[in-house]
């Protein structure tokens, strides 16, 4: 994303990125965790909202966790003087020293990146905080409880600041291997009579395991307002707000008669006549091309402020557009406005409908839709 918004020369495509409700969330994340400070988490362009929308939604966040080292030279550019952590770390040598002068915290997962810090201090270093990463069970990243206690020796007296890291595989989940308490238990077990503050939840965990909090949280999905699991009645106790609405126009009405299909392949086929919207939103801005008949749209009704109905999705979406069901929104017409998600129409209920998770949708908004911060 990256063009300015502008509905008088543009597509009526728009990311509207609600600033509020990315402080209302992060406020929810404090509430939740209220003893722990807050890693908010930004990879992927934000989840899909753009870096300035979060950076200043979240700007009273602890620290903004990130992967690209690129990413953090715009947060410092952008004048974030807070802490910074590189989620994955450095993932070659040669930056190092830019990711010094950045002053980034480091997560530490393999020996190849201790070996690089233990080759740094021999030439003198301002200390680096270091985010030492326990492989408990999820078997992605991180070190094995006897490395991880080694690595921690080796890197601790060279005066790196040392902190404990590790990430949950099923928080989202009950009764699934590995549970968030077999991998907390080898946590505590590993870095017993070791000092230096922990991190350990992902928004899950923050959600539904509060007994797994550690003294750094790590939220990203929460503070976008979808729902770790990809269903939405699942985070609906926790009140969080969408960040993001996915907006667009009618551009045509068809007039269909019963038996006429619609689109490419004729997926859908009129049971009887009825209208049809074409909405300017398709595959190529990160519509979900999977999404089935029956996906909802909200679609305003002129005749009211504010009001709207929700319509389904009819024949296939293609690169461009989709097509709706206007049977219960009589009032539509051309330029009647389609919120594709956002407050109306959770993402995780576009996602549901496309086998899919809210996570994906919202890091596929393409570039090519315009952004405007609000
Ligand atoms: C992405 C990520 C998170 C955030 O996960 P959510 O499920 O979006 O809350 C936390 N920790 C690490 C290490 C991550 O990579």
């Not at 810090?117 to 270091?130: F, G």
Request: hydrophobic residues 40%; aromatic residues 6%; proline residues 4%.
């Amino acid at each position: 994303m990256g063009a300015s918004a502008n509905s008088l020369i543009h597509r009526p495509i728009l990311a509207s990125i609600n600033t509020q409700a990315f402080q209302h969330n992060l406020s929810r994340v404090r509430e939740l965790a209220p003893e722990s400070k807050i890693w908010s988490v930004i990879k992927a362009r934000a989840y899909g909202h753009c870096f300035e929308a979060a950076f200043q939604g979240l700007a009273s966040t602890d620290g903004f966790a990130l992967l690209d080292i690129q990413d953090a030279v715009w947060l410092r550019e952008h004048g974030w003087q807070g802490r910074i952590l590189l989620l994955e770390g450095l993932f070659h040598e040669n930056e190092l020293d830019l990711a010094q002068k950045l002053h980034c915290d480091l997560v530490v997962h393999c020996e190849a990146q201790i070996e690089w810090l233990e080759r740094l201090s021999l030439k003198s270093h301002t200390p680096i905080s270091v985010f030492l990463k326990m492989n408990t069970g999820m078997n992605r990243l991180g070190l094995k409880p006897d490395a991880y206690r080694m690595g921690f020796h080796r890197l601790h007296s060279l005066g790196y600041r040392m902190h404990h890291m590790t990430h949950f595989a099923n928080a989202d989940q009950i009764d699934r291997q590995p549970t968030v308490d077999s991998q907390l238990e080898l946590f505590d077990q590993t870095i017993a009579g070791l000092e230096g503050p922990t991190s350990l939840a992902n928004s899950a965990a923050i959600l539904w395991h509060r007994n797994a909090l550690g003294d750094w949280v790590r939220p990203g999905i929460m503070l976008y307002g979808a729902s770790p699991t990809g269903i939405h009645a699942d985070i609906e106790h926790a009140h969080l707000k969408a960040v993001m609405q996915l907006q667009s126009e009618i551009i045509d009405i068809q007039e269909l008669q019963a038996g006429d299909r619609i689109g490419y392949g004729g997926r859908y086929e009129a049971r009887e006549d009825m209208r049809v919207g074409i909405i300017a939103c398709g595959y190529a801005d990160g519509y979900p091309r999977t999404a089935k008949d029956g996906t909802p749209v909200w679609i305003s009704d002129a005749s009211q402020s504010g009001g709207g109905v929700i319509c389904p999705i009819v024949g296939r979406v293609s690169m461009d557009m989709l097509t709706v069901d206007l049977r219960h929104a009589p009032n539509a017409k051309i330029g009647s406005v389609a919120e594709l998600w956002g407050e109306r129409v959770p993402v995780d209920d576009v996602a549901q409908m496309s086998d899919t998770i809210g996570y994906e949708l919202l890091c596929a908004v393409a570039p090519r839709v315009p952004v405007e911060i609000v």
